[in-house]
């Protein structure tokens, strides 16, 4: 699978938007970008994937770049319950590797 | 549902035992995953099957490990015997085909 690059931490106040970025250039044409949230103590959670266009569900959505070389998640309004590591995953199969994510903070 | 079981939830076992971890996945799933995650390594893969048959064993650390699903409904994972550097979170997952993964609570292992 190829390689995402996201940053380590990131912060944000509560109910403000929040964009997580990831870098994926080594992305391959059949590779699904796939994000995942672990909250504390508890096991990884699917938030969204996409293939090309932009996506959107009741948690998230997912912005993915004309070249796929980039996506970014974006909270629109974040909770103090959002606070987690998120992680951007490529896969054209079935097996989701994880890297280290990017661990959010979220302030009152 | 109620969601992949895994159980026990915590186990604390002496080095040199035998350890055997379960999972039940979610019904009608045809994908289940075998993570470990640890604060050194992160998650990772393990082992996973597709209607009961294991597909990708890479992840599998040593011959120690062994995993098997002898049906839709039960997976296990065993360790024999354990060692300290075993400790760790192990989670279960399970898919549908080509949708998202659903984990479990994970059972904390430790090895003494």
């Known amino acids: 699978d190829a390689k995402t690059t996201q940053p380590n931490s990131m912060e944000s106040n509560e109910e403000e938007p929040v964009h997580l970025p990831c870098n994926h250039s080594?992305?391959?044409?059949?590779?699904?970008i796939h994000w995942y949230r672990q909250l504390p103590s508890q096991g990884p959670e699917y938030v969204i994937h996409?293939?090309?266009s932009n996506v959107n569900n009741r948690m998230a959505s997912l912005a993915i770049a004309e070249d796929r070389k980039s996506s970014t998640l974006i909270l629109h309004r974040a909770t103090l319950r959002d606070a987690a590591v998120y992680y951007c995953?490529?896969?054209?199969?079935?097996?989701?590797?994880f890297g280290k994510g990017t661990s959010l903070l979220v302030t009152p | 549902d109620a969601g992949v079981i895994q159980s026990p939830r915590h186990e604390v076992t002496e080095m040199g035992q035998e350890v055997t971890l379960r999972c039940k996945p979610i019904?009608?799933?045809?994908?289940l995953f075998w993570y470990r995650q640890t604060m050194m390594r992160g998650l990772e893969l393990l082992i996973y099957?597709?209607?009961?048959?294991?597909?990708?064993d890479s992840g599998m650390p040593e011959d120690r490990f062994s995993a098997k699903m002898p049906n839709a409904s039960f997976s296990t994972l065993k360790i024999q015997p354990s060692e300290p550097r075993d400790s760790a979170v192990y989670f279960c997952?399970?898919?549908?085909?080509?949708?998202?993964?659903?984990f479990g609570q994970g059972t904390r292992l430790t090895v003494v």
């Open positions: 997952a399970s898919s549908p085909i080509q949708t998202e993964a659903f």
């Open positions: 080594t992305i391959s044409g059949t590779d699904y």
């Open positions: 996409g293939l090309t």
């Open positions: 995953i490529l896969t054209a199969g079935y097996a989701l590797n």
């Open positions: 019904s009608g799933h045809d994908y």
């Open positions: 099957f597709n209607n009961n048959v294991p597909i990708d």
